[in-house]
């Protein structure tokens, strides 16, 4: 049962070019988590999507992001126009379950470099 | 302060010898869970301790939550030097969708 896998792994964007981070979830998970890491910091909460919908999105900068996650396919994170500031480390997580026994599970991330 | 704030935020060891890093929060949680990181790498998940536990254990983790003053703490007993890495603690405060609210972190560094 292969993990959370994120790609790319490494992604170089020139200001003002969009970004585009996909994520699959576990087999068998139907929620989706992204978060954001800048150097030294903890993650902080962007968006939870299920299949088709986005839950909760009041972590997610109100202009140039957005997130889906259709039927079939993996979770993308869109970022346009990106600027420097975007430059972080963008993980995915999914679980099984919500509730007392959320256990998220993260892929290995996708480092964004803004030039 | 934040929600999830960890102490210290370094703390070098020898190996053998004991980690505790401690967690602090601010509101009501469903549970607490303990998450590591490696250098450049995803988050890989630890222990969960539910709101109505006081105490978990995991081979050499023990965890504590003590919800009456919104701390817990992690226990890592006889480091080694593949313990080096950061650790996260994240609170589900159940609300829509179970986000989870991390720390910044407390870097350990074994030394062999």
């Known amino acids: 049962n292969a993990g959370v896998m994120q790609n790319p792994r490494h992604l170089v964007r020139r200001r003002g070019q969009e970004a585009r981070l996909r994520c699959s979830p576990m087999?068998?998970?139907?929620?989706v988590y992204w978060y954001r890491q800048l150097p030294e910091e903890g993650l902080k909460f962007m968006v939870y999507?299920?299949?088709?919908?986005?839950?909760?999105e009041s972590g997610m900068p109100k202009e140039r992001f957005s997130a889906e996650f259709p039927k079939e396919g993996p979770s993308i994170l869109r970022i346009q126009q990106v600027v420097r500031g975007d430059s972080a480390a963008y993980f995915c997580?999914?679980?099984?379950?919500?509730?007392?026994?959320?256990?998220?599970?993260f892929g290995a991330g996708t480092r964004l470099s803004v030039l | 302060s934040q929600q999830g704030e960890e102490d210290p935020q370094a703390l070098s060891i020898q190996e053998g010898e004991n980690a505790t890093m401690n967690c602090s929060y601010k509101?009501?949680?469903?549970?607490l869970q303990w998450y590591r990181q490696n250098s450049g790498r995803g988050l890989v998940h630890l222990i969960l301790i539910r709101s109505n536990e006081r105490e978990k254990h995991s081979g050499r983790l023990r965890v504590t939550l003590d919800t009456s003053k919104k701390s817990s703490s992690l226990l890592i007993t006889a480091s080694r030097a593949a313990d080096t890495a950061s650790y996260f603690c994240?609170?589900?405060?159940?609300?829509?969708?179970?986000?989870?609210?991390f720390g910044e972190g407390t870097q350990l560094t074994v030394n062999p």
């Open positions: 509101t009501s949680i469903n549970n």
């Open positions: 087999k068998g998970h139907s929620h």
């Open positions: 999507l299920q299949k088709e919908n986005i839950i909760d």
């Open positions: 997580a999914s679980s099984l379950n919500t509730g007392v026994q959320n256990i998220q599970y």
């Open positions: 994240a609170t589900d405060v159940g609300t829509s969708g179970s986000r989870l609210t």
